[in-house]
């Protein structure tokens, strides 16, 4: 489990770094739908 969340919060610090926010909101919105699924 902390690997996969390691790995996404690169992916979120390549967006930033890179300036894709298209992709940043997509990430977002799937760490969104995976706390839904934690509650």
Do not use: D, M, W
């Not at 969340?5 to 298209?22: D, G, M, P, V």
């Amino acid at each position: 489990v902390l690997n996969e969340h390691i790995s996404q919060l690169r992916k979120f610090k390549t967006s930033l770094e890179k300036e894709n926010y298209a992709y940043l909101q997509e990430l977002i919105e799937h760490a969104n739908g995976i706390k839904r699924i934690l509650k």
